[in-house]
């Protein structure tokens, strides 16, 4: 496993644990080849997320850009079809971040 490998491994762990401490049943995607990395249910209040990870990553100096600032991702056309959420993660302080309120 390659380092890029591990970091998104590393941040799709700590997503999923986030769902699992906040009352979520947590469903992986093993095949990493689906629309979303897992499914989050919560059997009290019915709440499913279909939710995509990605690593918060940051720019560097450069002309176009102020350097420090999170790289955004895009969603696939499907996965904006499917309703799924992007979830960002600081592999280095835990923090998350998303297109909705968790």
């Known amino acids: 496993m390659n380092v890029k490998e ?6 799709k762990l700590g ?3 986030y769902y699992a401490d906040n009352g979520y049943h947590v ?4 095949n990493n080849t689906g ?3 897992f499914v989050a249910i919560n059997p009290e209040t019915k709440d499913v997320r279909l939710v995509e990870v990605k690593t918060m990553s940051f720019r560097s100096k450069s002309a176009n ?6 790289i955004n991702r895009q969603l696939s ?3 904006k079809k499917l309703g799924v959420e992007l979830v960002y993660y600081n ?3 835990g923090e998350l971040k998303c297109q909705k309120k968790l």
């Open 6 to 11: 591990q970091k998104g491994l590393q941040s």
């Open 15 to 17: 997503v999923m644990r």
């Open 27 to 30: 469903y992986n995607e093993t």
């Open 35 to 37: 629309p979303v990395d």
């Open 65 to 70: 850009w102020k350097p420090g600032t999170m």
């Open 77 to 79: 056309p499907v996965q």
């Open 91 to 93: 592999i280095h302080t």
